[in-house]
Structure formats: C-alpha cells, structure tokens
C-alpha cells in the first residue's frame, strides 16, 4: 500500500514502547525516547493524562488491580517497560497478582517482543555484606521481596512461552536530588543511622542512570536475563549519610544501636537495616554497554550541591 494518504509500510513506523508505572524513574526514560518513538502509558489516575501528553505520552485508562482494564494492552506494543511495583502488604500476600495479570492481558494477541521488569535487589534477603552476583539463589526475607520474586518469575515464565525477550533489573537504593524522599530528606529529619558495629552495606543507584539502564535495556537486554543496576559504591549506610550530609552542609545523623532503631524508626526503615549486601554490576557494564554518570553516590549529589550554594550566595 502506498504510504501517502493510507497506512505506512512497518518500515516506516514509529516503534511503539508502552511503560506500566510511569512515575519517576518512567518520566526518565521519557526524556530519552522523546521524539523517537511511539510512547504510550497505562494510567489509572485520569488527572495525569494532561501531563502525560505533555511528555509527548500516549495515556491508556487502565488499572493492574482491574484485569478487564488491560483487555487493549494486548498488541499495541513491541515493548514494554514494566515498573509498577506489586500490591501493597495485603494479609502478608507472597504474589504479585498486578504482573499476572498484565501477563495474560498482553499475551491475547501478539505479544511484545521485548519486556524489560524492575524488579528489586530484596530478593536475595541479607548475605552478611557478601558480593552478590546475578546467580546467587534469591532467599527473600520479607513479603514485598516475595512479591517481586514472584512478579519476576511470572515474567520469565511468560516469555519463555511466548517467545518474548524478558530482562528483570534488580534494582538497590534509587535517588537523585530532585526526586522527591531520600538521603537529604532523611538528613533534615534528623532520621538516626545504626552505629558501624551494628550498620548493614547498601547498595544504590542514580535515578538518570536507572532510567538509562531501562532504556538500553529495551534494546540490548538478552532473553530471560537477570541485571543489577547499580553503581560501584556499595558501603555502610550510615557513612553514606555522613558523606552526603559533609557534602551539603547537614548535620550528620545520629547513630543508634540495632535494638533503639527498632523501637524508634518505623518498619519500612528497619526492613532495610536488616539486610546487608554487596552487589556486582559487572554484567549491566557489559552487556548494556552502559558507563555510569554518577558511579558513586557523592558524584551524584555534588552538582545537586553546588547548585544549591550558588543560590544561597545569590540570595
């Protein structure tokens, strides 16, 4: 068919990406693919279409917790980039029935050819500070890791039936100056930090850098693949905190024992002190030829840091 006045020939076409959890770290990738692609979005919330289509974003009314809402998912896409986490702690579930969902949605018609799934380094649980490599044997320790290693195996298992390329990122500690909660956030509440006899290794990595791990990953990311996305600093949590708050002129954090942390901080925050690792990023570096911005997490806030005291000196 000729392509004036009718349907362009697949050459032709924009390749379509289709992201499921387009917050933060989505908005990211949109950046990049802007222009470049055809992006569409499942959306649940009707008040973010508007900014979507701003993004230069396709919005699709949908909701993972309504499969007959995801009925229109199935063949509009080659690939798909899958960040929306699992339910939230429903009577301690261990499933991810949001990525079962989505898997039976998309496999109606002809599925995409590429899934890329962020997924969580909580799956391996604590490994007493040990380097992790991708094959080490998950052993998640509390139900959102259970989740996500279901959500991840739903996910494997659904491309080997239909031949998609799946890639699951097991992602650390996000953040980024201008993405809303982390270490500075932490720091101006005063949150204590464990004291280092009783401090756990974390592992992180630059929200930028995520976003460009999802997007390489989408197209250089090998079949039924598992991928840290992480930078080279793994090491204490609270010396993280104390080189951030050195770096932007905060107080340090207090340090407190293992037993006060349980009685002061809230479960989510002591959920991450429990579990020590370290983890190895020689395969993301290899096989999505990605070079890190921000290699640690003091080259991550430091341009965030000058900028911030040339406005004070300005004011």
Not at 50 to 73: F, W
Not at 290 to 310: C, F, K
């Amino acid at each position: 068919m000729n392509a004036v006045g009718g349907a362009k020939p697949a050459r032709f076409r924009r390749a379509r990406v289709l992201i499921v959890g387009c917050g933060d770290v989505g908005l990211r990738v949109v950046r990049r693919l802007a222009g470049r692609v055809r992006l569409l979005a499942l959306t649940s919330t009707p008040a973010r279409a508007p900014m979507l289509r701003a993004h230069g974003v396709t919005p699709l009314a949908g909701n993972l917790d309504e499969p007959a809402s995801l009925r229109r998912l199935a063949g509009l896409a080659a690939r798909v980039l899958h960040l929306a986490p699992p339910p939230a702690d429903e009577a301690q579930r261990r499933d991810d029935p949001r990525s079962r969902a989505l898997a039976q949605a998309l496999a109606r018609r002809t599925p995409p050819r590429v899934l890329v799934y962020g997924s969580t380094s909580g799956v391996y649980g604590d490994c007493g500070g040990a380097w992790v490599e991708e094959t080490r044997p998950p052993r998640p320790q509390t139900p959102r890791a259970w989740r996500r290693l279901h959500a991840e195996q739903t996910w494997r298992l659904w491309g080997r039936r239909t031949g998609a390329r799946v890639t699951v990122l097991r992602i650390p500690g996000i953040y980024a100056p201008d993405r809303a909660g982390g270490l500075r956030e932490r720091l101006l509440r005063g949150t204590p930090a464990l004291r280092p006899q009783d401090d756990v290794v974390t592992n992180h990595i630059h929200a930028d850098d995520l976003a460009r791990a999802c997007l390489r990953a989408l197209w250089l990311g090998r079949a039924q693949r598992v991928l840290h996305i992480v930078d080279d600093a793994a090491c204490p949590s609270g010396e993280a905190l104390d080189r951030v708050a050195d770096l932007l002129g905060l107080p340090r954090p207090p340090r407190i024992t293992r037993e006060q942390a349980a009685d002061q901080l809230p479960a989510p925050t002591l959920s991450f002190m429990r579990e020590s690792r370290r983890l190895r990023n020689d395969r993301m570096k290899r096989e999505l030829r990605l070079r890190l911005r921000y290699p640690t997490v003091m080259e991550g806030w430091a341009q965030a840091a000058a900028s911030w005291s040339r406005t004070s000196h300005s004011e």
